[in-house]
């Protein structure tokens, strides 16, 4: 079963930054994309940004500029550096990887609460 295990979360004042990180149980190239939602109660899932295997990147307009995703193949890991951060930005952040074949798969983290005070 893969598992992924997010970290990094926590409280922060507007401005400031955090760094999430997923660590996946298997070769993160086994994976076509990876990256990040996040969910806020009362708002639609939103995805954050994404990676594909061969490095290419997306980030939802409300967060380009500020967020950069990364990995670490050796280390199994996918890194959201989130700047300037906002008090939008709160929410749940999940991890996740997208397997297309033999069938499309999305597999989650457990989340990691991202407060951001004003």
């Known amino acids: 079963q893969v598992q992924l295990v997010e970290s990094g979360g926590g409280l922060v004042q507007a401005g400031g930054s955090l760094r999430l990180s997923c660590v996946a149980s298997?070769?993160?190239?086994?994976?076509?994309?990876m990256g990040w939602y996040r969910q806020t109660p009362g708002k639609q899932r939103e995805l954050v940004a994404s990676?594909?295997?061969?490095?290419?990147?997306n980030y939802a307009d409300s967060v380009e500029g500020r967020f950069t995703i990364s990995k670490d193949n050796a280390k199994n890991t996918v890194y959201l550096q989130m700047n300037s951060l906002k008090s939008e930005d709160t929410a749940v952040y999940y991890c996740?990887?997208?397997?297309?074949?033999?069938?499309?798969?999305?597999?989650w983290g457990q989340g990691t609460q991202v407060t951001v005070s004003s």
């Open positions: 996740y990887a997208d397997r297309f074949y033999p069938t499309f798969r999305t597999y």
């Open positions: 298997e070769s993160i190239f086994s994976f076509n994309t």
């Open positions: 990676m594909s295997n061969g490095g290419r990147t």
